[in-house]
């Protein structure tokens, strides 16, 4: 592990309590990272969620901020958190989400709407609030968690993949207009990952969609990793990452 001094870099992940966000923090904390870590409900973390405005510190180089993403005060907060903090931001991992998936008979539509108010409208919020910040600051770098339903769709997901599709419609206009800048967006697009995104389903989706095996968590982080390694000049605006198997 290398510790995070007052010139490290510094990260905002949303859905970082567990899955690929926490992957991804995790990740960054051992590479020496401040972190800003979004999500409801972190371990060890009693009671309801805090209010937006009041974050919680972990010693130097972590903040942890429990603020619900559908609070439409939440993505200034985090921004704030992170100025506040550390005094700049250079990567943002927008990735907190849900599913909802089933037939048109057993769907149910007030969690549909909740899953794509998150998705997009929450995304979309997050996106354009610290993009303000990062015109005014001259850099960095945003990581959009889409899927690889934000570039196709299924049977009884099509709301999912809608939402994904909004993520990746936004980020390729958003890669148009900052092309010419040092600030970059990542849409990453995962096959099935074993995390707790799908622990409702009666029918988990490797046995419903005929998939070999997932992916991990940490082999998302992984990916990112490689794509913050990659030269300055270089733009990696969409990557599809699959286990083997994933056909669908
Ligand atoms: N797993 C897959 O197969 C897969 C494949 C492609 C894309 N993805 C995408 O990857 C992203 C992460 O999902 P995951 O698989 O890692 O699932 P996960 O383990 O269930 O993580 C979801 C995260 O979102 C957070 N979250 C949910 N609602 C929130 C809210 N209202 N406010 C703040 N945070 C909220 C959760 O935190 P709390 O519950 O603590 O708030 C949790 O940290 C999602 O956008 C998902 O669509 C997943």
């Known amino acids: 592990m290398t510790a995070a001094g007052t010139d490290a870099k510094v990260a905002l992940v949303t859905g970082a ?9 995790d990740r960054l904390i051992r590479e020496g990272f401040r972190v800003v870590l979004n999500g409801r409900s972190f371990a060890g973390q009693s009671g309801s969620p805090t209010i937006a405005e009041s974050p919680t510190i972990l010693g130097p180089s972590i903040v942890l901020n429990s603020a619900d993403l559908l609070d439409e005060r939440t993505p200034q907060a985090l921004l704030d958190s992170a100025v506040e903090s550390f005094g700049r931001l250079d990567y943002v991992f927008v990735n907190a989400g849900t599913i909802e998936s089933a037939p048109i008979e057993t769907i149910d539509i007030e969690k549909m709407c909740t ?32 899927s690889v339903l934000g570039t196709k769709t299924r049977e009884n997901s099509g709301a999912y993949a809608a939402g994904n599709h909004a993520l990746e419609a936004l980020a390729e ?18 096959g099935l990952v074993s995390t707790n995104l799908h622990r409702d389903w009666p029918v988990h989706p490797k046995e419903l969609l005929n998939i070999g095996s997932s992916l991990t968590p940490e082999d998302i982080a992984d990916a990112v990793w490689d794509v913050m390694l990659k030269k300055d000049y270089i733009r990696i605006p969409r990557l599809m990452i699959l286990p083997r198997g994933h056909r669908v």
Do not use: N, W
């Not at 309590?17 to 923090?25: D, E, P, Q």
């Open 17 to 25: 309590t567990s899955g690929i966000g926490k992957a991804i923090a």
């Open 115 to 146: 899953m794509l108010r998150l998705k997009v409208e929450s995304s979309f919020r997050l996106i354009y609030t610290v993009l303000k910040h990062m015109k005014k600051q001259g850099y960095g770098h945003v990581f959009i968690t889409s």
């Open 173 to 190: 206009s958003l890669r148009m207009e900052l092309s010419d800048t040092d600030i970059q967006i990542t849409c990453i697009e995962p």
